[in-house]
């Protein structure tokens, strides 16, 4: 099993560009959250979502969309990049809200 | 919002030191985890702690959940380079009509050899 797989890796984005970030399970969880981890500081939850079809905001939502089609994929949206969305991004998904698995990182910086 | 206080927010120690880190909150977790943050990694889960008092270990790590269900602690024994990265608390708070993982700011540990 891969696990959660995140891609990107790395990506540059020019102001007003916009990209969607891959998160793709195979762990057959209902959970899945987009994380943002700024320099020295803790994750901050942007959507999350509990099931196919059901998609909800977490602490930090604007400038982001989300959508989840399948089980398996969650891909997070970015419609107009702004040098506040320089962060490292982080999938994670769960069984149930506490467990969670996280991806290895999409590496995000807007010029 | 719930926030968890972690401490110290940095350490570094030699090789071969234990280590003690905790982490606190205003109000009352059910469940504590600890997850570790290799440096260009995501977070690993390293413990999950369900019961206030509960002591749990994982090779050189132990950690426990506070009777006041405020705050947990994770202490490293004999610690080796490859403890370096970043220890974090959750918790999960139910926000919204569901159930979140709320995360502390992280202890950043560096280990000299």
């Known amino acids: 099993n891969a696990g959660v797989t995140q891609t990107p890796k790395f990506r540059i984005l020019k102001i007003g560009q916009s990209m969607t970030l891959q998160c793709t399970q195979d762990m057959n969880h209902n959970y899945m959250y987009w994380y943002r981890q700024d320099p020295g500081m803790g994750l901050k939850l942007i959507y999350y979502s509990v099931g196919a079809g059901i998609t909800d905001k977490g602490e930090v939502p604007n400038g982001y969309n989300v959508s989840r089609s399948t089980t398996e994929d969650f891909p997070l949206r970015l419609e107009l990049a702004a040098p506040s969305q320089t962060s490292v991004y982080f999938c994670?998904?769960?069984?149930?809200?506490?467990?969670?698995?996280f991806g290895p990182g999409t590496r995000l910086l807007v010029l | 919002g719930q926030q968890l206080n972690q401490s110290p927010q940095s350490m570094f120690i030699q090789e071969g030191e234990d280590v003690s880190m905790n982490c606190t909150s205003s109000?009352?977790?059910?469940?504590w985890l600890w997850y570790k943050q290799d440096p260009g990694e995501g977070p690993v889960l390293l413990i999950a702690?369900?019961?206030?008092?509960e002591l749990t270990s994982n090779g050189r790590l132990t950690a426990q959940f506070g009777i006041t269900r405020k705050d947990s602690f994770l202490n490293i024994s004999a610690s080796i380079p490859s403890d370096v990265g970043i220890y974090f608390c959750?918790?999960?708070?139910?926000?919204?009509?569901?159930?979140?993982?709320?995360f502390g700011k992280g202890t950043k540990l560096t280990v000299n050899p």
């Open positions: 702690l369900y019961k206030a008092g």
């Open positions: 959750a918790g999960p708070k139910s926000q919204g009509g569901s159930e979140k993982l709320v």
């Open positions: 994670a998904t769960s069984r149930g809200a506490a467990t969670q698995y």
């Open positions: 109000s009352i977790f059910n469940t």
